[in-house]
């Protein structure tokens, strides 16, 4: 299967530039670019795209308002958003997940590391480093204002075993580190990580570690001194 990628970014050299890079791979290809986020909008309706990469600076309405208007359409539920940015900020990060951004790169990020964050949240995964996963999704899921995505009361609907994975997917820690830990095949752990998006009505991944925040079955650690 060929995954379908949006290129948004108000750079026409940069659109090339991962353009070329992205047609070169057997497995993807583009099938649109857009220099503003309503562009990205308009023209991820018209195409469908399984991933959009997404910048955050562009003219008119920015790629985290274009993020939101994707994410909210139930006509593109199968549209994964990945942010990739100059700017890293925590702020910008946060705003991105709440939002419904899959993923969130630097665009100092390698080649190879660009083509497999594509091919991460086009198969459902947040891509987030462990580090990045602790320290910016609790910061922000902390915030009285924060809206909670599921009720707490819905984790009763998980099984002892989906409740860990669920835990360490949370910690930052992927599905090969998730099934070593655990001693599980990677398929199992895939195939619980799934209930547990379906139990909880998490979008994916990085939807169902904000709700593990947010219901209290995984707490911020405290910051260090």
Same mark, same amino acid.
């Given at each position: 299967m060929t995954l379908r990628v949006l290129l948004a970014d108000?750079? %026409?050299?940069?659109?090339?530039t991962f353009r070329m890079l992205i047609d070169s791979c057997d497995d993807m290809e583009v099938v649109g670019e857009?220099?503003? &986020?309503?562009?990205?909008v308009d023209t991820a309706r018209a195409e469908r795209p399984d991933v $959009? $990469? @997404?910048?955050?600076? @562009?003219? &008119? /309405?920015?790629?985290?308002?274009?993020? %939101?208007?994707?994410?909210?359409?139930?006509?593109?539920?199968?549209t994964r958003v990945l942010i990739l940015? @100059? !700017?890293?900020?925590?702020?910008? $990060? #946060? +705003? #991105?997940?709440?939002?419904? #951004?899959? &993923? !969130?790169? &630097?665009?100092?990020? /390698?080649?190879?590391?660009l083509l497999a964050g594509i091919r991460t949240v086009a198969a459902g995964e947040a891509l987030l480093s462990p580090g990045a996963t602790q320290a910016l999704i609790t910061r922000f899921l902390t915030t009285p204002s924060?809206?909670?995505? #599921?009720?707490?009361e819905r984790l009763a609907d998980l099984t002892p075993r989906e409740q860990e994975v669920t835990v360490l997917a949370a910690q930052g820690r992927s599905n090969d580190e998730i099934a070593a830990h655990l001693v599980l095949s990677v398929l199992?752990?895939?195939?619980?990580? +799934?209930?547990? @998006?379906?139990k909880l009505g998490a979008r994916d991944r990085a939807q169902l570690v904000v709700i593990a925040y947010q219901s209290g079955l995984v707490?911020?650690?405290?910051?260090?001194?």
């Open positions: 108000d750079q %026409a050299l940069l659109r090339g857009a220099a503003t &986020g309503r562009e990205a $959009v $990469v @997404m910048d955050i600076r @562009m003219p &008119g /309405t920015d790629g985290l308002a274009a993020t %939101a208007e994707i994410c909210a359409d139930p006509d593109l539920s199968g940015t @100059m !700017f890293e900020t925590e702020e910008y $990060v #946060a +705003q #991105a997940l709440r939002v419904g #951004a899959s &993923g !969130f790169l &630097g665009k100092y990020v /390698t080649t190879d590391t924060t809206p909670p995505l #599921a009720p707490a199992t752990v895939r195939t619980h990580v +799934q209930r547990a @998006m379906t707490r911020p650690e405290p910051p260090r001194g």
